[in-house]
C-alpha cells in the first residue's frame, strides 16, 4: 500500500472517453433512435424548468400575500370563490333538476 487516493470519478471526461461513451450510445440505442432519445430528454428539460418557474412565481406570490396580510384579498383569492360559488350553485341546480 502506497497511501496515495484514486477517485472513484476522476472528473469530465475528455475527447477520447467522449468518443466512447458515444460509441456505445450508438450501440445501444441505434442511430435511428439517438435523436428521438434527445429530443424526449430536451423536452422534458424544459418541462422542468416550466414547473420550477410556475413553483416560484407562487412562491413569490405567497410572500408578497403574506406580507399584504392586513385583512385585504388579492384577486387569485377572488377568483378561487367565485369559481367555488359557482361550482356550489351549478350542484345544487343539478341536485334539483334530479329530484324532479
Known amino acids: 500500500m502506497s497511501g496515495t487516493i484514486v477517485p472513484l470519478f476522476p472528473g469530465i471526461p475528455g475527447g477520447p472517453e467522449l ?27 424544459g418541462e422542468f424548468q416550466k414547473g420550477r418557474e410556475e413553483v416560484e412565481q407562487e412562491l413569490e ?3 408578497e400575500g403574506g406580507a399584504a396580510a392586513d385583512g385585504e384579498t388579492t384577486a ?9 360559488e359557482s361550482e356550489s350553485v351549478t ?6 333538476d334530479s329530484k324532479n
Open 76 to 84: 387569485a383569492d377572488d377568483t378561487a370563490t367565485s369559481a367555488t
Open 19 to 45: 468518443l466512447v461513451i458515444l460509441l456505445i450510445a450508438v450501440l445501444l440505442f441505434g442511430a435511428n433512435k439517438i435523436p428521438k432519445l434527445a429530443r424526449s430528454t430536451g423536452e422534458a428539460m
Open 61 to 63: 406570490e405567497m410572500r
Open 91 to 96: 350542484t345544487e341546480e343539478t341536485t334539483s
